[in-house]
């Protein structure tokens, strides 16, 4: 016998999987945040290089005249 009759079962397991795929949402949430966040770092640290660069291109430049 069943701890619980199926017809009662039944809202607790739709309960779960709810449960589970709210979860599931805010997890993957949390994860694009977190992606969102790396990409803007990179791209600051890619412009921040390029800077770099093109002023040592500046003065290699400037030396060699």
């Known amino acids: 016998m069943p701890a619980l009759p199926l017809d009662e079962a039944g809202k607790y397991v739709a309960g779960a999987y709810v449960v589970f ?13 977190k992606l ?3 990409e ?11 800077q770099r660069n093109g002023e040592r291109e500046r003065e290699r430049v400037t030396t060699d005249v």
């Open 40 to 50: 803007r770092e990179l791209r600051e640290l890619a412009r921040f290089a390029e």
């Open 36 to 38: 969102q966040r790396i």
């Open 21 to 33: 795929v709210v979860l599931l949402a805010v997890y993957v949430a949390i994860m694009a945040a």
